[in-house]
């Protein structure tokens, strides 16, 4: 299995400050023949089902605010919320779509400090 | 809009069966890839299984595998999650997520989930 480990575990961050949450798979998730990182990155709120922020590793879904970015490739990725704002207290986890069974990093939560 | 309601979850005794339905809206379930995933209480989300397009391909979990099977009905717009031979480690959350646009391989849409309880 390609198991997905995030670091920290857990971050508090002043309102307008950057948050920075890095995601490392154990195998590759770079799909050669696209050239395109199988790798997700979801925002879960309490009582509420995840919600997709990023595909491709750096794609942007489709009304998520700019602050929000991903990066990485092969096997270390990062997602970086450039200014944090209250809403964006949640519990943020990476996830790998390159191979079976589909797995997800152990998530970082992210407070206002 | 599209919508995925879960339902069917309920407190059930070890060893028992439950099956779980997902009803999709404002979209087509035979058009797109979907799945299960599960929380357990205050921990993460892990992958359970996965249904193609065509419904020919299904996909599992360790840990559920030769337990719990995948299907749809399209007529209803409805995915099925039955479970057997249920374990106290079956207790979570299980949402329904669809796959996005071919070719994103992510979830774009997921439900607001149903409680299985596994206990005596």
């Known amino acids: 299995d390609n198991v997905l480990t995030q670091s920290p575990d857990s971050l508090a961050v002043s309102l307008g400050e950057r948050a920075t949450i890095n995601c490392k798979s154990s195998q590759s998730v770079l799909y050669s023949s696209n050239n395109k990182n199988y790798l997700n990155w979801y925002q879960q709120k309490p009582g509420q089902p995840p919600k997709l922020l990023i595909y491709w590793a750096s794609t942007r879904e489709s009304g998520v605010p700019d602050r929000f970015s991903g990066s990485g490739s092969g096997t270390d990725f990062t997602l970086t919320i450039s200014s944090l704002q209250a809403e964006d207290v949640a519990v943020y986890y990476c996830q790998q779509y390159h191979s079976s069974p589909l797995t997800f990093g152990p998530g970082t939560k992210v407070d206002i400090k | 809009e599209v919508q995925l309601v879960e339902s069917g979850g309920n407190l059930v005794q070890p060893g028992g069966s439950l099956r779980l339905s997902c009803a999709a809206s404002?979209?087509?379930?035979?058009?797109?890839?979907m799945h299960w995933v599960r929380q357990a209480p205050g921990k993460g989300l892990v992958w359970v299984s996965r249904l193609n397009n065509e419904g020919t391909y299904t996909d599992y979990a360790d840990s559920v595998k030769g337990r719990f099977t995948i299907s749809r009905d399209s007529a209803k717009n409805t995915l099925y999650l039955q479970m057997n031979s249920l374990r106290a480690e079956d207790t979570a959350v299980y949402y329904c997520?669809?796959?996005?646009?071919?070719?994103?391989?992510?979830?774009?849409?997921w439900g607001q989930g149903t409680l299985v309880t596994v206990s005596s």
């Open positions: 997520a669809r796959d996005g646009p071919i070719g994103a391989r992510s979830f774009d849409y």
């Open positions: 404002g979209f087509t379930l035979s058009s797109y890839w």
